[in-house]
C-alpha cells in the first residue's frame, strides 16, 4: 500500500509517517508540505492512498482532492477540527482522523483501506477553487470564476474569462461537484447559471444561451427545460 502524507507542518508529517513505518504492507512513498506540491507529487508518484490534511495555505485538502483526477488515490483526511468530517465523507474519503492520531485509531484505517478493494472517487461538495498543471505551471482556478464547461473526451475545459484550462476529469464527475452551481445544456457542455443572460429559443426545441461575457453556446432540447427551471430557482 503506497501511500503519501500530505501536512504543511514538519513534526505532523514526520509523526504520522514512523507511525505508518510500523505497518508492515505500507510503503510511504512521498510528503508534500502544501497542495500545490500535492498535486505534483500525486501525478508523479501515483499512490494508493493520500493521508491528507485539511487546512492548508492557499490550497487546502478539499482543493486539492477536487483537482485529482477520476479514480484517483484514496483518501484519508488528517485534521484537529471535526467540524470537518460531514464534508470529508461527502468525498467518498476512506477515514477522517482527529489530531493527535492515536495508535488504535490509525490500526482501524488501515484496516478499511485494507479492505477497500479499489481506489475510492473524489467527488466534492462544491470545491472553492481547482488546481490545474500546465507544463509544470500551477494554475489556482477559483470556480466562482468558471464560465462554462466543456467536455474533451477524458478532460474538461474550464473556461475562465478568455482562457481555457484542461482538468483531467469527465464532465460528469466535476458537475457532481459543483452541480449546485453549473447547469448541462448540452451532452458536453454545462455553464455557470449566475453567468447565463438569456435564453433563446430555436428552431425544434433547441435554445441559444447567451452569457454575460458576451459567449453564445447552443442548448439542445432534451436539455432546454431542465436549464429554464434552474433558473427560474
Given amino acids: 500500500m503506497r501511500v503519501m502524507i500530505v501536512d504543511d507542518e514538519a513534526p505532523a508529517r514526520t509523526k504520522l509517517a514512523r507511525m505508518l513505518a510500523a505497518f508492515a504492507d505500507v510503503e510511504i512513498s512521498g510528503q508534500a508540505a502544501d497542495g500545490r506540491q500535492a498535486i505534483d507529487l500525486a501525478a508523479e508518484l501515483q499512490p494508493d492512498v493520500i493521508f491528507l490534511d485539511v487546512q492548508m495555505p492557499e490550497v487546502g485538502g478539499f482543493d486539492v482532492a477536487a483537482s485529482l483526477p477520476d479514480n484517483g488515490p484514496a483518501l484519508v483526511f488528517v485534521t484537529a477540527y471535526d467540524q470537518f468530517a460531514l464534508r470529508a465523507f461527502d468525498t467518498h474519503a476512506i477515514d477522517y482522523l482527529l489530531k493527535p492520531v492515536e495508535p488504535l485509531r ?76 453549473f447547469v448541462r445544456i448540452h451532452r458536453r457542455i454545462a455553464v455557470a447559471t449566475a453567468m447565463v443572460e438569456s435564453v433563446e429559443q430555436r428552431a425544434k426545441g433547441d435554445a441559444l444561451v447567451h452569457l454575460k461575457d458576451g459567449t453564445q453556446l447552443p442548448c439542445s432540447r432534451s436539455y432546454r427545460e431542465a436549464l429554464l427551471a434552474r433558473l427560474g430557482q
Avoid: K, M
Wanted: hydrophobic fraction near 40%; charged fraction near 20%; include cysteine.
Fill in 106 to 181: 490509525l490500526e482501524r484505517t488501515i484496516a478499511r483501506l485494507r479492505q477497500a478493494t479499489q481506489p475510492s472517487g473524489l467527488s466534492l461538495t462544491v470545491p472553492v477553487r481547482l488546481v490545474v498543471t500546465e507544463r509544470g505551471q500551477h494554475h489556482v482556478i477559483e470556480c466562482r470564476q468558471i464560465t462554462w464547461l466543456e467536455s474533451a473526451d477524458n478532460y474538461v475545459q474550464l473556461h475562465v474569462g478568455s482562457r481555457a484550462f484542461l482538468l483531467r476529469r469527465t464532465l460528469a464527475s466535476i458537475l457532481d461537484d459543483l452541480e449546485t452551481n
